[in-house]
């Protein structure tokens, strides 16, 4: 049964998203975990206190012990306790280019994941289930390879500079030339970092006296780049339209806290592919009240641009609007693009002023110039515009693949979280030890994936996070949907009761609280 | 995996008693802890009692009152290290509904004992200084305060 939402028409196509509640049991028997997890670890730090048991943290100094001491170790006790045991599962070495399949260093640990040591094997061809691959640019031969070679030899690694002293080159100018028309707006910026783009660009547009309404899901550059600007920040529910007008009313009709005061500029802050969720932005509805209140909107779109939309656009295509309702375009092109860094683009007078006052302009080193070619490189593929159809081709095979995907996830039986269309798809594990079985089974089976758990998440939503590419071929979708069918069925991860009315907003209690700035 | 790298909740700490089946587990927790306590059989019916309230009391007031700060690191450069679990939830707001659930549940257990007791003094007097070394540190008036600077650091 699909959700269509009219909403006066603001839809041109079904928006189909569901949170499937978690089953009460699930719930209990996953708090019941995390105590018997806490009351082992109390445990534990008792033993290496009283020296029954090595301690294998960094200690102080005997002759310091009693200084005021330096950090408090109840603050290292979930590191300690808990992710230790499961450590194994993040930060594995990779050793080749990480495209749908890669190649990693085999490590094994002989004290419970306090030390690893290589085997010296490389473990070859491992199904890459978690890299931002989405376009499958992440390849180390083809033509935005032989490109990037050939600027590297003639322009160099380094640039040395920043953007406003002897850092801007021809190439970058051509990139943002490109990135502009590509997005359909005036003119772009294109920074360093995608981190950096977010983080030191929005102390640039908003300042004190100005109100940043951020979703509760922002990316942490964006709440950083928030934070650092000095404005008001308030934050609404998850995608909930009437949590951010109920917001905006408020704002405007209240003004600024004591004074009472009309606020200088109100900001919009939302992401297009919320990476942990797998749920898209409903841009019509957000832009639509955007002209009604007469705010800001500041789209992020580091996992949408080149992953969604008939050509690749992004989110604005996706659901047929206009790239000039959006305030400031931001995006990163890590993801799809197969390179390093982030853009904005907007109007003229916006990115005119950005390059004169941005904090990455002035201060940070502009792209490499090999970088540089990759993303052109690729753009062009997107576009059409190097002669052939290949990237329509690959965007085209990405939308396959994520229907595909998530259709037979879902009959399997697997709660998934999010949208119909977006390549990220996350699967419910809910159980601190299911997070660390299921990665190092799905290893066992050469399949390599995310697996997140609290603090990264609430406390009873862990989640493994599967991140489709163009470059997955049918019989590599099928072989890891086979696998993980297996270790489902293994770790009795079918929890779906395929409700056929599945919840509509995340399940969360109705108040939620927030820090209040001194 | 840290804090903040999937949401921007600053301390998860705030949270963690509202979510989806916590008050149940809490419950099952009691009642299991209950049942063992019936099945020795050396405790009589008002002793088991009397000990599921008093080690239900001692365990809330360890986790909720006695401990401080988070077990994670958290980006705030650590406003709540020196508060309580107690004192964390919900960012400090007063009178919300995990707030109420944990000062009535203690209340509810220590009538059931009483009643099951049968108002002998020796159980009684145990059972009140119990219930109030759990009640007393939930006060609104009580927030943040360290009588005689006991846990203050």
Known sequence: INHIVHNGGLYKRPFNEAFEETPMLVAVLTYVGYGVLTLFGYLRDFMRQWKIEKCQNATEREEQKDFVPLYQDFENFYNRNLYMRIRDSWNRPICSVPGAKVDMMERVSHDYNWTFTYTGRVVKDIINMGSYNYLGFAQKAGTCQEAAAKVLSHYGAGVCSTRQEMGNLDKHEELEKLVARFLGVESAMAYGMGFATNSMNIPALVGKGCLILSDELNHASLVLGARLSGATIRIFKHNNMQSLEKLLKDAIVHGQPRTRRPWKKILILVEGIYSMEGSIVRLPEVIALKKKYKSYLYLDEAHSIGALGPSGRGVVEYFGLSPEDVDVMMGTFTKSFGAAGGYIGGKKELIDYLRTYSHSAVYATSLSPPVVEQIITSMKCIMGEDGTTVGKARVQQLAENTRYFRRRLKEMGFIIYGNEDSPVVPLMLYMPAKIGAFGREMLKRNIGVVVVGFPATPIIESRARFCLSAAHTKEMLDTALKEINEVGDLLQLKYSRHRLVPLLDRPFDETTYEETED | ?153
């Open chain 2, 1 to 153: 995996m840290n804090v903040g790298v999937a949401h921007s909740e600053v301390n998860p700490n705030t949270r963690v008693m509202n979510s989806r089946g916590m008050w149940l587990t809490y419950a099952l927790g009691v009642g299991m802890l209950h049942i063992v306590l019936l099945s020795i059989p050396f405790f009589s019916v008002p002793v088991a009692w009397t000990l599921t309230n008093v080690i239900h009391n001692l365990g809330m007031y360890v986790f909720l009152h006695a401990v401080k700060g988070t077990p994670f690191e958290t980006p705030d450069q650590g406003k709540a290290r020196l508060l309580t679990h107690w004192e964390q939830l919900d960012y400090g707001v007063q009178f919300t509904s995990s707030r109420k659930f944990f000062t009535i549940s203690p209340i509810i257990l220590y009538f059931l004992t009483s009643f099951y007791t049968k108002y002998d003094s020796t159980h009684f007097i145990l059972n009140t200084t119990s219930l109030l070394t759990v009640l007393i540190p939930k006060l609104p008036q009580l927030h943040g305060v360290r009588i005689f600077g006991i846990n203050k650091y």
